[in-house]
């Protein structure tokens, strides 16, 4: 009995050459959040809300009304908060309610 010579496995089978393009970076969406308060303007930027609102910085004492400014994808919501609840914003524990509450808002 003889035996048959076969072709390798690695000869059957094609070489495909990958070819990875780069794309352009798309523009981001970001969030856009403002705190007037007083004579000082805070801003912080951030793919989420929560992000956005991690990176103010928060100011020492807050005993003045706040106007609030939320811009997302073309939508933006203004409003007027109290001082205590302004002071929320700051606390970490009241931010990712608050987070999801201002993307509740820009649907």
Same mark, same amino acid.
């Given at each position: 009995?003889?035996?048959?010579?076969?072709?390798?496995?690695?000869?059957?089978?094609?070489?495909?050459?990958?070819?990875?393009?780069?794309?352009? !970076?798309?523009?981001? =969406?970001? /969030? *856009?959040?403002?705190?007037?308060?007083? #004579?000082?303007?805070? +801003?912080?930027?951030?793919? @989420?809300?929560?992000?956005?609102?991690?990176?103010? !910085?928060?100011?020492? =004492?807050? /005993? *003045?009304?706040?106007?609030?400014?939320? #811009?997302?994808?073309? +939508?933006?919501?203004?409003? @007027?908060?109290?001082?205590?609840?302004?002071?929320?914003?700051?606390?970490?524990?009241?931010?990712?309610?608050?987070?999801?509450?201002?993307?509740?808002?820009?649907?």
């Amino acid at each position: 009995m003889a035996i048959k010579k076969t072709k390798k496995v690695v000869d059957i089978i094609p070489k495909v050459e990958m070819k990875i393009e780069s794309k352009p !970076e798309s523009k981001k =969406k970001l /969030f *856009t959040i403002t705190i007037g308060l007083g #004579n000082t303007t805070l +801003k912080g930027e951030g793919e @989420t809300a929560l992000i956005a609102l991690k990176a103010i !910085e928060a100011p020492i =004492k807050i /005993f *003045t009304k706040g106007y609030i400014e939320l #811009n997302y994808n073309g +939508k933006s919501m203004n409003a @007027t908060w109290n001082p205590v609840k302004v002071r929320n914003l700051f606390r970490k524990i009241s931010q990712p309610i608050l987070a999801k509450q201002f993307e509740y808002l820009l649907r």
